[in-house]
Structures are given as structure tokens and as C-alpha cells.
């Protein structure tokens, strides 16, 4: 499933390397599908969502037990 050859984003790529899903993420975040494939592909378009949505990831991660910030992801 993973290595379809398009460009991941840092988050993209953390989910990959962990082994969670995005569909795991939506559940676990409250986002909506759009949203979390958003996050994760490589575009730039994921600076567009708001701070809120990117608490949201953050939050369902380290409530699941994974030690991350929002700068491992977006600087």
C-alpha cells in the first residue's frame, strides 16, 4: 500500500514509517478524510489548514502514545 510513488509530507512519511493509517488518524482525530490526505501528501497546500486541525493530529498522536510536536511535522 505504501510507495505508490508520490510525495509525502514529514506527516505522510511518520504515518508510514509507524505503520498507521490515515483512515486510523481520521477516526482517532475527529478530521475529515480530506483533511488528514491533505496533511499528508507532499503539496504545500496542507499550510492552508488551519492551527486547529493540526492540533487535532497532534493531540490523537500523543494520546495514543507517540511523542511528537507540531514542529515534526510543520516549521
Not at 500500500?1 to 512519511?13: D, V
Not at 499528508?40 to 500523543?62: F, P, T, Y
Not at 495514543?64 to 510543520?74: A, E, L, Q, T
Amino acid at each position: 500500500m505504501y510507495g505508490l510513488g508520490k510525495k509525502r509530507s514529514k506527516l505522510g512519511a511518520f504515518l508510514d514509517r509507524e505503520g498507521i493509517t490515515q483512515e486510523w488518524l481520521v477516526k482517532k482525530s475527529g478530521l475529515s478524510r480530506d483533511a488528514v490526505s491533505r496533511l499528508c501528501d507532499g503539496n504545500k497546500d496542507h499550510e492552508k489548514l488551519q492551527v486547529r486541525s493540526k492540533s487535532k493530529v497532534i493531540s490523537a498522536l500523543r494520546k495514543n502514545g507517540y511523542d511528537v510536536i507540531s514542529d515534526d511535522f510543520w516549521s
